[in-house]
Protein backbone atom coordinates (compact mmCIF):
# COMPACT_ATOMS: atom_id res chain seq x y z
CA UNK A 1 0.00 0.00 0.00
CA UNK A 2 3.01 2.08 0.88
CA UNK A 3 4.39 1.81 -2.88
CA UNK A 4 1.20 3.42 -4.28
CA UNK A 5 2.01 6.66 -2.34
CA UNK A 6 5.82 7.37 -4.12
CA UNK A 7 6.11 10.37 -5.96
CA UNK A 8 5.21 10.53 -9.54
CA UNK A 9 9.05 11.53 -10.11
CA UNK A 10 10.07 8.08 -8.91
CA UNK A 11 8.52 6.06 -11.62
CA UNK A 12 9.64 8.80 -13.99
CA UNK A 13 13.23 8.26 -13.00
CA UNK A 14 12.69 4.21 -13.17
CA UNK A 15 11.45 4.69 -16.86
CA UNK A 16 14.56 7.04 -18.08
CA UNK A 17 16.80 4.30 -16.68
CA UNK A 18 15.55 1.14 -17.88
CA UNK A 19 15.32 3.07 -21.37
CA UNK A 20 18.88 2.00 -22.63
CA UNK A 21 18.71 2.82 -26.33
CA UNK A 22 18.77 0.14 -28.83
CA UNK A 23 17.94 -0.34 -32.55
CA UNK A 24 16.54 -2.84 -34.50
CA UNK A 25 15.90 -4.31 -38.06
CA UNK A 26 13.21 -4.82 -39.77
CA UNK A 27 13.40 -6.50 -42.88
CA UNK A 28 10.83 -8.19 -45.83
CA UNK A 29 11.45 -10.73 -46.12
CA UNK A 30 11.74 -11.37 -42.34
CA UNK A 31 14.30 -12.66 -40.16
CA UNK A 32 14.18 -16.13 -38.69
CA UNK A 33 15.11 -16.42 -35.12
CA UNK A 34 18.80 -16.66 -35.89
CA UNK A 35 18.58 -13.19 -37.47
CA UNK A 36 18.95 -14.66 -41.03
CA UNK A 37 16.80 -13.73 -43.88
CA UNK A 38 16.01 -16.12 -46.61
CA UNK A 39 15.99 -14.95 -49.98
CA UNK A 40 15.80 -16.40 -53.34
CA UNK A 41 18.37 -15.47 -56.32
CA UNK A 42 17.27 -12.29 -57.95
CA UNK A 43 14.28 -11.22 -55.81
CA UNK A 44 14.85 -8.72 -53.45
CA UNK A 45 15.48 -7.51 -49.74
CA UNK A 46 14.34 -4.62 -47.95
CA UNK A 47 16.26 -3.94 -44.38
CA UNK A 48 14.98 -1.17 -42.07
CA UNK A 49 16.94 0.04 -39.59
CA UNK A 50 15.28 2.02 -36.45
CA UNK A 51 16.15 3.88 -33.23
CA UNK A 52 13.65 2.58 -30.37
CA UNK A 53 12.75 4.96 -28.10
CA UNK A 54 12.90 8.80 -28.44
CA UNK A 55 16.43 9.66 -29.60
CA UNK A 56 14.73 9.34 -33.02
CA UNK A 57 17.33 11.83 -34.20
CA UNK A 58 20.43 9.31 -33.91
CA UNK A 59 22.53 9.05 -36.84
CA UNK A 60 22.81 5.59 -38.13
CA UNK A 61 25.37 3.76 -40.42
CA UNK A 62 25.22 0.42 -42.57
CA UNK A 63 27.67 -2.17 -42.97
CA UNK A 64 27.97 -4.65 -45.29
CA UNK A 65 30.52 -7.63 -44.35
CA UNK A 66 32.39 -4.19 -42.59
CA UNK A 67 32.42 -2.08 -45.41
CA UNK A 68 30.21 1.25 -44.91
CA UNK A 69 27.24 1.18 -47.58
CA UNK A 70 26.55 4.96 -49.10
CA UNK A 71 23.83 6.40 -47.92
CA UNK A 72 21.58 9.88 -48.75
CA UNK A 73 21.51 12.10 -45.54
CA UNK A 74 18.26 11.66 -45.35
CA UNK A 75 18.03 8.24 -44.95
CA UNK A 76 20.63 8.42 -41.46
CA UNK A 77 18.79 10.20 -39.13
CA UNK A 78 16.72 7.97 -36.97
CA UNK A 79 15.26 5.70 -39.56
CA UNK A 80 17.72 4.22 -42.33
CA UNK A 81 16.70 1.31 -45.36
CA UNK A 82 18.55 -0.16 -47.86
CA UNK A 83 17.56 -2.06 -50.45
CA UNK A 84 19.87 -5.35 -52.02
CA UNK A 85 17.87 -5.76 -55.45
CA UNK A 86 18.36 -8.12 -57.34
CA UNK A 87 19.86 -10.31 -55.04
CA UNK A 88 22.89 -12.16 -56.54
CA UNK A 89 24.95 -15.31 -55.57
CA UNK A 90 27.68 -13.40 -53.54
CA UNK A 91 25.29 -11.64 -50.98
CA UNK A 92 24.58 -14.97 -49.60
CA UNK A 93 26.25 -15.43 -46.49
CA UNK A 94 26.67 -11.35 -46.54
CA UNK A 95 25.88 -9.20 -42.67
CA UNK A 96 24.42 -6.22 -42.71
CA UNK A 97 24.85 -4.63 -39.78
CA UNK A 98 23.22 -1.33 -38.55
CA UNK A 99 25.37 0.78 -35.77
CA UNK A 100 24.46 4.04 -33.87
CA UNK A 101 27.08 6.45 -34.83
CA UNK A 102 27.41 8.02 -31.08
CA UNK A 103 27.86 5.04 -29.88
CA UNK A 104 28.78 2.03 -32.21
CA UNK A 105 28.45 -0.92 -29.62
CA UNK A 106 24.93 -0.19 -30.11
CA UNK A 107 24.45 -2.48 -33.14
CA UNK A 108 22.71 -5.20 -35.26
CA UNK A 109 22.89 -7.08 -38.05
CA UNK A 110 21.29 -10.12 -40.13
CA UNK A 111 22.68 -12.41 -42.25
CA UNK A 112 21.48 -13.16 -46.20
CA UNK A 113 20.75 -16.89 -47.36
CA UNK A 114 20.78 -16.52 -50.69
CA UNK A 115 19.08 -20.01 -52.19
CA UNK A 116 19.37 -20.94 -55.78
CA UNK A 117 18.86 -23.92 -57.99
CA UNK A 118 21.58 -25.25 -60.54
CA UNK A 119 22.26 -23.13 -63.30
CA UNK A 120 21.27 -26.07 -65.42
CA UNK A 121 19.16 -24.65 -68.74
CA UNK A 122 21.75 -24.62 -72.27
CA UNK A 123 22.54 -27.71 -74.58
CA UNK A 124 25.91 -28.46 -76.08
CA UNK A 125 26.69 -30.01 -79.03
CA UNK A 126 30.15 -32.10 -78.56
CA UNK A 127 32.11 -33.80 -81.12
CA UNK A 128 34.54 -37.22 -79.80
CA UNK A 129 36.63 -39.25 -82.12
CA UNK A 130 35.86 -43.18 -82.01
CA UNK A 131 38.01 -44.53 -78.70
CA UNK A 132 39.07 -41.25 -77.49
CA UNK A 133 38.08 -40.27 -74.21
CA UNK A 134 34.67 -38.27 -73.31
CA UNK A 135 34.43 -36.14 -70.55
CA UNK A 136 30.43 -34.79 -70.00
CA UNK A 137 30.05 -32.36 -66.81
CA UNK A 138 27.62 -30.06 -65.44
CA UNK A 139 27.65 -27.91 -62.61
CA UNK A 140 25.24 -28.43 -60.21
CA UNK A 141 26.04 -26.20 -57.63
CA UNK A 142 23.27 -24.88 -55.49
CA UNK A 143 21.73 -23.69 -51.82
CA UNK A 144 20.97 -25.69 -50.41
CA UNK A 145 22.58 -28.38 -52.53
CA UNK A 146 20.78 -30.62 -54.94
CA UNK A 147 19.11 -33.60 -53.16
CA UNK A 148 19.46 -35.53 -56.58
CA UNK A 149 21.68 -35.80 -59.73
CA UNK A 150 21.23 -38.42 -62.53
CA UNK A 151 22.33 -39.10 -66.33
CA UNK A 152 20.70 -40.02 -68.69
CA UNK A 153 21.47 -41.58 -72.62
CA UNK A 154 18.60 -40.89 -75.21
CA UNK A 155 16.11 -41.33 -72.17
CA UNK A 156 17.11 -44.10 -70.49
CA UNK A 157 19.17 -43.93 -67.27
CA UNK A 158 22.57 -44.04 -67.84
CA UNK A 159 24.36 -47.87 -67.64
CA UNK A 160 27.43 -47.69 -65.49
CA UNK A 161 28.08 -51.08 -65.40
CA UNK A 162 27.57 -52.40 -68.86
CA UNK A 163 28.15 -49.05 -70.68
CA UNK A 164 31.77 -48.06 -69.62
CA UNK A 165 30.52 -44.97 -68.00
CA UNK A 166 32.08 -43.73 -65.03
CA UNK A 167 30.32 -41.09 -63.40
CA UNK A 168 31.41 -38.77 -60.22
CA UNK A 169 29.52 -35.87 -58.25
CA UNK A 170 30.47 -33.49 -55.55
CA UNK A 171 28.85 -30.55 -54.60
CA UNK A 172 29.57 -28.39 -57.46
CA UNK A 173 29.81 -31.20 -60.24
CA UNK A 174 28.86 -34.01 -61.84
CA UNK A 175 30.99 -35.86 -64.67
CA UNK A 176 30.47 -38.70 -67.00
CA UNK A 177 33.34 -40.01 -68.31
CA UNK A 178 34.04 -42.61 -71.15
CA UNK A 179 37.41 -43.39 -71.58
CA UNK A 180 37.32 -44.80 -75.06
CA UNK A 181 34.44 -44.36 -77.34
CA UNK A 182 32.45 -46.22 -79.43
CA UNK A 183 29.94 -45.04 -81.34
CA UNK A 184 27.25 -48.02 -80.71
CA UNK A 185 27.34 -47.55 -77.48
CA UNK A 186 27.76 -44.04 -76.93
CA UNK A 187 26.28 -41.87 -79.27
CA UNK A 188 23.20 -39.66 -78.63
CA UNK A 189 21.88 -37.37 -76.45
CA UNK A 190 22.76 -37.08 -72.79
CA UNK A 191 21.05 -35.04 -70.23
CA UNK A 192 22.51 -34.98 -66.83
CA UNK A 193 19.72 -33.66 -64.36
CA UNK A 194 19.40 -32.08 -60.67
CA UNK A 195 16.64 -31.85 -58.40
CA UNK A 196 16.57 -28.16 -56.72
CA UNK A 197 15.18 -27.53 -53.08
CA UNK A 198 11.96 -25.96 -54.58
CA UNK A 199 10.94 -28.58 -56.35
CA UNK A 200 12.25 -27.27 -59.57
CA UNK A 201 14.20 -30.04 -61.85
CA UNK A 202 16.88 -28.66 -63.99
CA UNK A 203 18.52 -30.20 -66.80
CA UNK A 204 21.31 -29.53 -69.53
CA UNK A 205 21.77 -32.36 -72.31
CA UNK A 206 24.37 -33.20 -74.33
CA UNK A 207 24.40 -33.91 -78.34
CA UNK A 208 27.31 -35.90 -78.88
CA UNK A 209 28.49 -37.40 -82.24
CA UNK A 210 30.90 -39.99 -82.39
CA UNK A 211 33.48 -39.20 -85.39
CA UNK A 212 35.68 -41.25 -87.44
CA UNK A 213 39.28 -41.95 -85.74
CA UNK A 214 41.75 -39.43 -87.43
CA UNK A 215 45.44 -40.34 -87.99
CA UNK A 216 47.03 -38.30 -85.48
CA UNK A 217 50.56 -36.90 -86.83
CA UNK A 218 53.44 -38.65 -84.69
CA UNK A 219 54.34 -35.06 -83.09
CA UNK A 220 56.82 -36.11 -80.44
CA UNK A 221 59.27 -38.50 -82.70
CA UNK A 222 58.66 -35.63 -85.39
CA UNK A 223 59.96 -33.09 -83.30
CA UNK A 224 63.01 -34.91 -81.84
CA UNK A 225 63.97 -36.17 -85.56
CA UNK A 226 64.27 -32.40 -86.67
CA UNK A 227 66.04 -31.71 -83.90
CA UNK A 228 68.84 -34.41 -84.63
CA UNK A 229 69.15 -33.08 -88.26
CA UNK A 230 69.52 -29.33 -86.62
CA UNK A 231 72.44 -30.60 -84.43
CA UNK A 232 74.05 -32.65 -87.56
CA UNK A 233 73.61 -29.63 -89.86
CA UNK A 234 74.99 -27.07 -86.99
CA UNK A 235 77.99 -29.55 -86.59
CA UNK A 236 78.81 -29.76 -89.64
CA UNK A 237 78.82 -26.07 -90.29
CA UNK A 238 80.81 -25.50 -87.15
CA UNK A 239 83.79 -27.96 -88.22
CA UNK A 240 83.35 -26.73 -91.54
CA UNK A 241 84.16 -23.03 -89.92
CA UNK A 242 86.74 -23.99 -88.11
CA UNK A 243 88.73 -25.14 -91.64
CA UNK A 244 87.33 -21.66 -92.90
CA UNK A 245 88.99 -19.98 -90.27
CA UNK A 246 92.26 -21.98 -90.25
CA UNK A 247 92.78 -21.01 -93.77
CA UNK A 248 91.96 -17.34 -93.41
CA UNK A 249 94.48 -17.09 -91.05
C1 LIG B 1 27.29 2.67 -25.40
O1 LIG B 1 26.15 1.87 -25.19
C2 LIG B 1 26.36 0.81 -24.28
C3 LIG B 1 25.12 -0.04 -24.27
O2 LIG B 1 23.96 0.70 -24.16
C4 LIG B 1 26.69 1.40 -22.92
O3 LIG B 1 26.92 0.34 -22.00
C5 LIG B 1 27.94 2.25 -23.04
O4 LIG B 1 28.21 2.88 -21.83
C6 LIG B 1 27.73 3.30 -24.12
N1 LIG B 1 29.00 4.01 -24.34
C7 LIG B 1 29.06 5.31 -24.47
C8 LIG B 1 30.41 5.90 -24.74
O5 LIG B 1 28.07 6.03 -24.35
C1 LIG C 1 19.56 -21.48 -46.13
O1 LIG C 1 18.24 -21.85 -46.46
C2 LIG C 1 18.11 -23.20 -46.86
C3 LIG C 1 16.67 -23.43 -47.31
O2 LIG C 1 15.78 -23.26 -46.27
C4 LIG C 1 18.50 -24.12 -45.72
O3 LIG C 1 18.40 -25.46 -46.13
C5 LIG C 1 19.95 -23.81 -45.35
O4 LIG C 1 20.34 -24.59 -44.25
C6 LIG C 1 20.10 -22.34 -45.01
N1 LIG C 1 21.52 -22.06 -44.81
C7 LIG C 1 21.96 -21.33 -43.80
C8 LIG C 1 23.42 -21.13 -43.76
O5 LIG C 1 21.21 -20.86 -42.98
C1 LIG D 1 20.55 -42.71 -79.38
O1 LIG D 1 19.65 -42.22 -80.35
C2 LIG D 1 20.26 -41.85 -81.59
C3 LIG D 1 19.20 -41.22 -82.47
O2 LIG D 1 18.06 -41.97 -82.48
C4 LIG D 1 20.88 -43.10 -82.21
O3 LIG D 1 21.53 -42.74 -83.42
C5 LIG D 1 21.90 -43.65 -81.22
O4 LIG D 1 22.46 -44.85 -81.71
C6 LIG D 1 21.27 -43.93 -79.87
N1 LIG D 1 22.33 -44.30 -78.95
C7 LIG D 1 22.34 -45.43 -78.22
C8 LIG D 1 23.51 -45.67 -77.38
O5 LIG D 1 21.41 -46.21 -78.28
Same mark, same amino acid.
Given at each position: ?K??C?N #??F???????AQT????I??N #??A? $?E??????? @? =????????V??T?A?EEL? +???N????L???E?K?????V?? /? !??L???????F???????????????LN?T?? !?????? @?? &??V?Q????V?Q???L?? !? #????? $? +??LN????????????? /?T????????????E?S??E??Y??A????N????????? &?T?? @?????? !?L? #????G?V??????????L?? +???????? =?
Open positions: MVMR #PLYVVLYCALSINES #PTN $SSVIEVHL @E =KSVSLVCADGQDV +WLRNAAVLKENKGRSSCV /T !PVHEDNGATTCYMVRNSTIRTSVTVYC !PNLSES @ED &VLEEAGLLCDIAN !P #PVSNV $S +WTGSTVDLFGGGFSM /TDGSTTQLRVSSVRLHGTQCADCFGEKRNKRFH &VVT @EKTFKF !PM #PMIALVVGLTALLAVSR +WKKITKCC =K
